[in-house]
């Protein structure tokens, strides 16, 4: 199912050489983590901006939930829609339970009921309610703030969740932490995610497929480890480092590859072999099938069952695969 279709969409500012959005069509499943990557002024904030009438097209249509947008409020829509940016913009005259309950108080929820939900979100993005419910946001730091910025995304309920570079002006390790936190969330919530950013490693780990932006016309829309293998232009490739095997493992998830262990090795015992997490990178499957005592890993969901195993060879062929390509690839025309 489509939670978000666009249908030529297009976009335009007075002053610029390209436009924002040149006509676009995409869809983007229910449930999925879409990334949105691209260099600055590649449109990638302005095809997020349209999702939420934050921006209005200058031609095409946009579906939200089988909805054409333009027909709807623009004030409803964003109710339904969760909204993330890179500066968090809590008010910092409100208390952070009074921060996420912001648009449960807009629903007229009752009161028990936003009490409780703020709850639930303070626990959902590792802030202990009881210490934090009632901090005011300057008593927070800047990745604490980001997880406020989350949880009141959230508060709703959306099926939307639009996040425009949140992590971007956070120091690397915290950054790490949060996208780690952010797919285990999303695991859990199944929510529809369009997360844009300027950061490659981010985009490819994080998404379960990504779009590839260039002066406003999308160049690729497909899963990390497809457009990895296969990009569809030279712009692609350069943006990724897509000749480089070593960068590209540092960007792969290990469920990836992951493949059924056979059926002969189904029940047999596998003491001693180690045991990575799906959202873990090639990296780390390399790491840690140099540890291991035979060709082999096993690979883990978040609820610690085994989805299949990871092999030596495996890792190879990935790599051949990465070979620099021979064939000549052109930049699509501007439109």
């Known amino acids: ?27 983007i499943e229910a449930g999925s983590f879409v990334t949105v990557l691209g260099s600055s002024g590649s449109g990638k904030t302005t095809l997020l901006k349209l999702i939420n009438r934050l921006h209005q097209p200058d031609s095409g249509k946009i579906w939200v939930h089988g909805e054409d947008i333009s027909q709807a409020a623009a004030t409803c829509l964003r109710r339904k829609i969760g909204y993330v940016i890179q500066h968090i913009g809590l008010f910092q005259h409100l208390t952070i339970a009074q921060n996420i309950a912001i648009v449960p108080e807009i629903l007229k929820w009752p009161k028990v009921k936003i009490a409780l939900r703020v709850d639930e979100l303070l626990e959902l993005v590792g802030l202990e309610p009881g210490q934090y419910r009632e901090r005011y946001p300057r008593q927070l730091s800047g990745g604490q703030q980001q997880r406020v910025g989350l949880a009141r995304a959230l508060a709703g309920d959306p099926g939307i969740l639009l996040m425009d570079e949140p992590f971007g002006a956070l120091d690397a390790l915290i950054r790490e932490k949060l996208q780690d936190e952010l797919l285990a969330i999303q695991h859990r919530l199944k929510k529809t995610v369009v997360f844009v950013t300027h950061d490659v490693q981010e ?22 480890l497809h457009i990895l293998a296969n990009p569809a232009n030279e712009f692609v490739s350069r943006l990724l480092s897509a000749e ?92």
């Open 1 to 27: 199912m489509n939670t978000i279709r666009f249908e030529e969409v297009s976009k335009r500012f007075p002053g610029l050489e390209h436009p924002a959005l040149c006509p676009t069509s995409l869809s």
């Open 203 to 224: 985009a490819l780990k994080l998404g379960d497929q990504a779009i590839i932006m260039h002066q406003g016309r999308v160049q690729q829309f497909d899963t990390p």
């Open 244 to 335: 480089d095997p070593y960068r590209r493992f540092a960007l792969v998830q290990a469920g990836a590859l992951a493949s059924p262990i056979p059926g002969g090795m189904a029940h047999q015992a596998h003491d001693g072999i180690p045991v990575i997490r799906d959202a873990q990178t090639l990296n780390d499957a390399l790491k840690a099938l140099l540890q291991a005592p035979g060709d082999y890993i096993l690979v883990e969901n978040a609820e610690r069952s085994i989805l299949g195993r990871l092999t030596l060879d495996a890792l190879k062929q990935q790599a051949r695969r990465y070979a620099p390509h021979q064939a000549e690839r052109e930049d699509r025309a501007l439109c």
